[in-house]
């Protein structure tokens, strides 16, 4: 029998879920405002347990380098960047805030957590070679992107990559890039040490605790019901906040249901699960070091990119391939199969059809990956090595996406691939949605959530989170020297690859 307990203190922030989006978070506001109580609750037993945990994510620390998709070709030949220089100027906000982490002593070493690992695309044929070539001469032209290089020639590619180069058949024009700046980040390591060192001043960490109900009380702050389990017993109690992080991942859009928050009218999500295949046979390892992105399949979003992906996790090195589609209802991993039809409202189930009636590439694609053999699978892995036999991959299920699907006026939907922060109109209760570049990019994502939930701070929170941030407010895009310290600044302390000389 679940027992009532009466409601607890109240809190100025609870943090609903326990992964990098609200370890993010808690970190911010407490270095913003020490004497504010912050909880965090968490349904599962541990910490990071679902998106970011580092086995259901790539671990890709994305910054533009590496993913055709954050760079456009334009109807006259030209390549539009703007989406890259965002995208890696918002992973050098991460890279500062880790960076000022590790310094404080609050992470500990760099490699439990974030490691070097060179970020190569690779395409085959002449248009994409040379889609490849003006693609790459645009973006080295900026600072951020000056340690870019590419090759059409195997045997560069070779030695950069061994495994995508044996066996291939030398008529067939292949061209890379490849940037020796890029990294592979472990999520769940980088979120658990952050809570620990929340525990330390005085966070309220609460695993086993599923936020089940909220509501507004009279003072326009929120009252949680929080269903606790123990091993023996069930409890459920209240909670007040001031301001609600909903940071479910692929709960928060249930979240702000639950809460009746208007902003989130027209929202709907789009459950696609991400397996992959996993190779831990060390000589197959030892011949490649590189995070290699290839290009989506005609009519494919940009999660279906495949990618060939070294892991460092745990000190343990491992090759992931992926992602093949996997279907399931459930908006987490270990969500329920009741999570999609339950977020189905009047106002999301005309964009969701409308959506999918607009996208039938996609869905042929979902269906054809669904039904690959493993010969099929087999050929997608040797798009990329050649070589490869099934015995040294063993397919594994990472983590279930949510993908974002927005009404727009006159209720048409559009699946949308990036991470969008909603909020209520006063800023007391928000949540981030979708997936990709996600982690990667969370503070910046979470600084969003501030300046639109706490507008009156911004100018006093300034300093201090340039502190941590230092080049908060700076273009590094629009200023190579500022660009080409901060990147080696960072490198040193984390003990990644410094920016190469011209
Ligand atoms: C297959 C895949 C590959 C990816 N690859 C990359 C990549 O290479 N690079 C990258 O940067 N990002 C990647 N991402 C995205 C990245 O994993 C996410 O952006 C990030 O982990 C989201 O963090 P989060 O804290 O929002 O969610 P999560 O890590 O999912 O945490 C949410 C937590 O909230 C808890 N929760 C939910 N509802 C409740 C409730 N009601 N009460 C209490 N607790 C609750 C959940 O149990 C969970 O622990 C990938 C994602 C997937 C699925």
């Known amino acids: 029998m679940t027992k009532t307990q009466a409601s607890l203190r109240p809190y100025d922030v609870v943090l609903v879920g326990g992964g990098i989006m609200s370890a993010t978070l808690g970190l911010l506001l407490k270095h913003l405002e020490p004497t504010w109580t912050i909880a965090v609750y968490e349904r599962l037993p541990e910490l990071a347990g679902e998106a970011s945990d580092p ?15 954050y760079t456009a070709e334009l109807p006259d030949g030209s390549i539009d ?4 220089l965002t995208v890696n100027e918002q992973f050098q906000q991460s890279r500062q805030l880790w960076a000022a982490l590790v310094e404080a002593g609050i992470l500990g070493k760099p490699e439990t957590f974030i490691n070097p690992v060179p970020h190569m695309t690779l395409v085959h044929g002449k248009t994409d070679v040379d889609y490849l070539r003006r693609r790459f001469e645009t973006l080295s032209e900026n600072a951020l992107f000056g340690s870019m290089r590419f090759s059409d020639d195997p045997a560069v590619i070779g030695e950069w990559a061994p495994l995508l180069a044996q066996s291939r058949d030398p008529g067939e024009p292949i061209a890379a890039t490849r940037d020796v700046t890029g990294s592979d980040v472990n999520f769940g390591a980088l979120s658990k040490q952050i809570f620990t060192y929340l525990k330390s001043v005085d966070v309220s960490i609460n695993p086993r605790c ?14 949680l019901r929080i269903h606790q389990h123990t091993d023996n017993d069930r409890f459920t109690h209240k909670v007040d906040a001031r301001f609600v992080f909903a940071g479910g991942g692929g709960w928060a ?29 060390p000589e197959i390892i030892a011949r490649h070091d590189a995070k290699v992105y290839g ?43 009741l999570d999609a039809p339950g977020s189905l409202r009047p106002h999301n189930i005309g964009p969701l059809t409308s959506m999918l009636a607009s ?16 010969k099929k699978k087999l050929a997608a892995l040797r798009e990329f090595a050649p070589e490869a036999v099934m015995d040294d991959w063993t397919m594994i299920t990472a983590g279930q996406r949510a993908q974002i699907v927005k009404g727009e006026p006159g209720r048409r939907g559009v699946l949308e691939f990036g991470t ?4 209520a109109h006063d800023g007391s ?18 600084l969003e959530v501030l300046a639109r939930c706490f507008p009156s701070y911004q100018r006093y929170w300034a300093p201090s989170l340039r502190e941590l941030i230092p080049t908060l407010g700076s273009s590094l895009a629009g200023d190579a020297a500022l660009a080409r310290h901060t990147t080696s600044r960072t490198a040193e302390i984390l003990g990644l690859t410094a920016p190469l000389r011209d």
């Open 420 to 423: 969008e922060v909603v909020a």
């Open 359 to 374: 996208n039938l590439p996609l869905v042929w694609l979902l269906t054809k990956q669904l039904t690959a053999t493993r």
């Open 429 to 446: 209760i928000a949540a981030v949605l979708g997936a990709s570049p996600g982690a990667s990019t969370a503070p910046a994502i979470l």
């Open 253 to 281: 859009l249930k979240l702000l249901q639950k809460a009746g928050v208007p902003e989130a009218r027209g929202y709907g999500l789009l459950p696609v699960s991400g397996r992959f295949l996993r190779c831990d046979n």
């Open 210 to 223: 599923e936020v089940r109900g909220m509501r507004r009380n009279n003072d326009g702050s929120w009252q």
């Open 55 to 69: 086995w259901n994510n790539a671990g890709t620390g994305h910054s533009g380098l590496c993913e055709l998709n």
């Open 295 to 337: 290009k989506a399949p005609v009519g494919a979003p940009p999660m279906s990119m495949p990618h060939l992906d070294t892991r460092v996790i745990d000190g343990e090195r491992a090759l992931l391939f992926g992602p093949y589609a996997g279907t399931n209802p459930k908006f987490l991993k270990n969500g329920s199969i």
């Open 81 to 84: 960047i703007g989406r890259a």
